[in-house]
């Protein structure tokens, strides 16, 4: 092959295939910040998304928490501890396990993260509402297509 000669094409779909994860996690997390720097929150960040995660999972034990968090049980534990101070959770006794405890989001969590979540989308919307109509149809659209891909099980 001739150095001098341009590359072969590639399969359009197989270049975009290799790039979207990469791509659709940089713009999400773009997204994340400029709606965090935009806005006040009834709570830090940290705690808000723990708030979220703790909302997701349901219930779960402080240990499962710093995992998914990737911190140490005592960081998780103090984190929690500020949750409960506020009563955005709750701790119960894991039925499983007596010496275990499950956390679950309270009343007034839930809330306070819709809350967070609705102040979030306010930072972009005025962003949102410049695009067109076409536009707008396309996100949504992305939009399901996310939340079924994230509601798929881990393979």
Known sequence: MDPMSPPAPQDSTAAVD????????????????????RTRLPLPWAQARLLSTIEDQGEARISDLAALDHCSQPTMTTQVRRLEDAGLVTRTTDPIDARAVLIRITDKGRTVLAQARIDRAAAINPRLEQLSPEDRETLAAAVDVIKRLLAQPDS
């Open 18 to 37: 290799e790039h979207l994860g990469g791509d659709l996690l940089a713009v999400v997390a773009r997204l994340n910040r400029l709606a965090t720097q």
